[in-house]
T-cell receptor, first 116, second 114 residues
Framework: AQKVTQAQTEISVVEKEDVTLDCVYETRDTTYYLFWYKQPPSGELVFLIRRNSFDEQNEISGRYSWNFQKSTSSFNFTITASQVVDSAVYFCALSEAGGNNRKLIWGLGTSLAVNP | DVKVTQSSRYLVKRTGEKVFLECVQDMDHENMFWYRQDPGLGLRLIYFSYDVKMKEKGDIPEGYSVSREKKERFSLILESASTNQTSMYLC?????????????FGNGTRLTVT
């Protein structure tokens, strides 16, 4: 069965610390996509990144980086030198080619608080 | 930039009322979605639509219906609101037929049913 697990419900860090948000997924498909979304206090979920199952290259975008490892079925998200504006709920999600192709399987989210 | 607009940010309704939540997107997206978000339960899909007048049930459709008469507008209807439908409702849209299209979300409607 498909599943996305974000084991960390809440994380609290002090500004400038590095923080990693974990995402572990389960799927039987060989073709799938993984996503990260950010939900700041304003409420609107914002798309951050998409990764397909055939591309295990790590991705870096400014202070954000993503580590995709098929061997451990993980797609972890690291924020380097965190800032207060990074405070948000972060969701990991999975989309499979073989399933209903417009449905995403969501993790429950990790609430990140970055304190000054 | 894609804009998804939900008609109300906050809504308070009484038990038994018929409630309409409206969502409009301005990027000609084929797919539109309604989710509800509750603490500890994450995002749960209520209904989605992949074309005008087309709809499919999501994971929790009971107590809800939807309408998509125009491509840009997707309405969520609570036929007879109940207190267990108090929640944050999120509308989203995405393009094309592919399963890998990112979702674009509105700001959400926080509905309270008393």
């Amino acid at each position: 069965a498909q599943k996305v697990t974000q084991a960390q419900t809440e994380i609290s860090v002090v500004e400038k610390e590095d923080v990693t948000l974990d995402c572990v997924y389960e799927t039987r498909d060989t073709t799938y996509y993984l996503f990260w979304y950010k939900q700041p206090p304003s409420g609107e979920l914002v798309f951050l990144i998409r990764r397909n199952s055939f591309d295990e290259q790590n991705e870096i975008s400014g202070r954000y980086s993503w580590n995709f490892q098929k061997s451990t079925s993980s797609f972890n998200f690291t924020i380097t030198a965190s800032q207060v504006v990074d405070s948000a709920v972060y969701f990991c999600a999975l989309s499979e080619a073989g399933g209903n192709n417009r449905k995403l399987i969501w993790g429950l989210g990790t609430s990140l608080a970055v304190n000054p | 930039d894609v804009k998804v607009t939900q008609s109300s940010r906050y809504l308070v309704k009484r038990t038994g009322e018929k409630v309409f939540l409206e969502c409009v997107q301005d990027m000609d997206h084929e797919n539109m979605f309604w989710y509800r978000q509750d603490p500890g339960l994450g995002l749960r899909l209520i209904y989605f639509s992949y074309d005008v007048k087309m709809k499919e049930k999501g994971d929790i459709p009971e107590g809800y219906s939807v309408s998509r008469e125009k491509k840009e507008r997707f309405s969520l209807i609570l036929e007879s609101a109940s207190t267990n439908q108090t929640s944050m409702y999120l509308c989203a849209s995405s393009s094309g037929q592919k399963y890998n299209s990112p979702l674009h979300f509105g700001n959400g409607t926080r509905l309270t049913v008393t």
